[in-house]
């Protein structure tokens, strides 16, 4: 079976240092806020060139904490893409915002030709997603964002090292929302996020809304270390997550140029099918957290390739409009049609590290198979 993902190739390869870092940090003594967090934060925001970032307890957690600081008050609306994870969306709602959804492009990313029809005197911010790996038409939304003064929060769970022009992904909104869900770019081997800044305040108050609301930054200007200053919520990284991650930190510009290979091999031996190919945007560099592809006969050719011992997925086979638990609340969903049509024939592929390129040449040669008999 070529499994769609696996950790334990992984693990093997890098087993040792690993280990060994696992244990220096729990001899240390700290599970929670010591060097470990501390270097990862600054070795985070210095690889991605931003100001500031705090660690904290999954990318869900990432963009709650980021909408928080915007004081919702009721009825006030979050735009965001239609084909999105449902966290993004249970954030915006968890932070007492109503979602207000885009439709797409041929990218799969949010359609900045459709978005400032949407935005109202209510709406108070952007969540552009940069699905699968590449950034959002960024310059676009900023202008858009700016004009209508709006709030950009990036939700970059699976751009992880994406550019647009030369800024990496999560550096250009005010918020850059990361996920360390074990299958991204760079996988925690539990749950983790990071949100970058290069606001001063704004950092000053995720930090104290990830830590129950206590200011952490300012030592001394509340009363004690068990003093709130606002509501906010429990979601730490933990030190031995911290110590993994900076292990694979290292290493994530290899990571980044592994997937791009392979995905350079599938589109190579996929070009001449009639599979719809994912494509690189002009100025974007793809890191290919996922290699998703189109066609009518999804559901059938993801049965054969299973068959076949290949496993697929499908992210994400419902728009968020279609699912029982935000339908009622989504206002406009004429405006939605090519999300659905895509989550209908989108399948992702095996695309990782340490997937083989014999293994992708074999994957191409049985779909190629496949595809001619469909
Ligand atoms: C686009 C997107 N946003 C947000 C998230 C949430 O991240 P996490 O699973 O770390 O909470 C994910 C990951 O599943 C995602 O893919």
């Known amino acids: 079976m070529i499994k769609f993902w696996s950790y334990g190739r992984e693990f093997k390869k890098y087993k040792k240092p690993i280990i060994k870092n696992i244990e220096k940090t729990l001899k240390r003594g700290n599970i929670f806020f ?20 705090i660690a904290v307890g999954s ?44 439709d797409i492009g041929e990218d ?21 997603v940069h699905l699968y790996g590449q950034m959002c038409k960024m310059e676009e939304i900023i202008k858009i964002a700016k004009r ?40 925690a081997y539990g749950d983790g996020g990071f949100i970058l ?6 950092y000053k108050q995720i930090k104290r809304i990830r830590f129950y609301g206590i200011e952490t930054v300012e030592k001394n200007k509340f009363k004690n270390q068990y003093y709130a200053n606002e509501n906010g919520v429990n979601s730490r990284l933990d030190e031995i997550q911290a110590s993994i991650l900076r292990f694979k930190l290292k290493k ?18 996929l070009s001449s099918t009639n599979l719809v ?18 066609h009518e006969e999804a559901k059938k050719i993801k049965r054969q390739l299973l068959k076949e011992k290949i496993q697929t997925r499908s992210i994400y086979p419902y728009p968020i409009h279609e699912m029982k638990a935000y339908s009622q609340m989504i ?11 895509k989550s209908k024939g989108i399948f992702s592929l095996p695309l990782y590290p340490e997937l083989k390129k014999s293994e992708v040449t074999s994957i191409c040669n049985k779909l190629v198979k496949i595809l001619k008999k469909i």
């Open 34 to 53: 010591g060097n470990e967090i501390n270097s990862f934060e600054k070795e985070f925001v210095k690889k991605y060139k931003a100001k500031y970032g």
């Open 59 to 102: 990318g869900t957690d990432a963009l709650l904490i980021s909408l928080k600081t915007l004081n919702l008050k009721p009825g006030d609306e979050i735009i965001t893409a239609a084909n999105t994870a449902i966290p993004t969306i249970s954030a915006i709602i968890n932070a007492g915002g109503v979602p207000k959804l885009v």
């Open 108 to 128: 799969y990313l949010i359609d900045v030709k459709k978005l400032e029809k949407e935005i109202s005197k209510k709406t108070k911010a952007v969540i552009p």
């Open 148 to 187: 209508n003064k709006i709030i950009v929060i990036e939700d970059c769970a699976q751009s992880q090292g994406a550019k647009y022009r030369k800024k990496f992904s999560g550096t250009m909104g005010k918020f850059g929302c990361f996920s360390f869900y074990p299958t991204k770019i760079l996988g």
């Open 197 to 202: 800044t290069n606001d001063f305040n704004a």
């Open 252 to 269: 994530a510009d290899e990571f980044i140029k592994k997937r791009r290979d392979l995905a350079k091999l599938y589109t190579k031996k």
């Open 277 to 294: 190919l994912p494509i690189e945007n002009l100025r974007c560099k793809h890191v290919f957290h996922l290699f998703t592809v189109f």
């Open 331 to 341: 206002k406009n969903k004429k405006n939605l049609r090519n999300s659905e049509k």
